[in-house]
């Protein structure tokens, strides 16, 4: 079966999940990362709607309208998962106990900046808890596609939109790529198959460091 680049971007981030970990999952790509986790991993998932232990997304049979996820999508649950209200979520969040948050993006800068929120102009619903994770948990992954629609690059010098969180990313994981936010700038680890070094630089704004790169690497 052929994968779509969403799901290649969900099963790499999935890779960067340790046993054991507590791990929130941003709405959109990121909420595709359920369906990967490893059986050989125990990983609990937390949302910010009140809920730790989610599951994969749920068959037709199993679909519960009453069972969503922050991103108010049916959800399925693992054996021990706990309800509570979304003030104990947040105090799970902002008291560090979230180990990784997996986040969309629509910008990040060459600092690790990170803007994903709203595009000014455009009706919002609100912030939701992005704004939370990324100062409350201890290791941000944002994933994403490489470049905008229009062909321009997301991973800029500097973030152009309004700003969720300054110098608060630790990796990127696109289609084409993995980046390393580092004290040097954004290095370049993974190139993933289908593209180039040189394809990757051209399509990136910010500097990239380029040492001991992996190429061709297959999803």
Excluded at 12 to 40: F, Q
Aim: with cysteine; net charge negative.
């Amino acid at each position: 079966m052929t994968l779509s680049n969403r799901e290649r971007i969900a099963i790499r981030a999935e890779k960067e999940i340790e046993h054991g970990n507590y791990v929130n999952l941003g709405i959109g790509m990121p909420t595709l990362v359920a369906n990967y986790i490893s059986p050989e991993k125990t990983v609990i998932l937390q949302s910010e709607n009140g809920l730790l232990g989610i599951g994969p997304y749920p068959t037709k049979e199993e679909v519960d309208p009453d069972l969503i996820n922050a991103g108010k999508e049916t959800i399925t649950t693992i054996p021990g998962s706990s309800f509570f209200t979304s003030a104990e979520s947040f105090a799970m969040i902002r008291g560090g106990h979230i180990d990784v948050a997996i986040l969309g993006g629509m910008e990040v800068s060459e600092k690790g900046d990170l803007a994903n929120w709203m595009i000014p102009g455009k009706m919002i619903k609100g912030m939701g808890g992005a704004m939370d994770l990324v100062h409350g948990a201890k290791k941000i992954i944002v994933i994403m596609d490489h470049v905008s629609k229009d062909g321009s690059a997301k991973i800029k010098k500097e973030c152009s939109l309004p700003l969720t969180g300054k110098g608060v990313v630790n990796k990127i994981i696109t289609e084409r790529a993995l980046i390393e936010v580092t004290s040097r700038g954004l290095e370049l680890k993974e190139v993933f198959e289908g593209f180039s070094v040189e394809d990757v630089i051209q399509s990136t704004e910010a500097n990239l460091i380029v040492e001991n790169v992996k190429e061709s690497v297959s999803i």
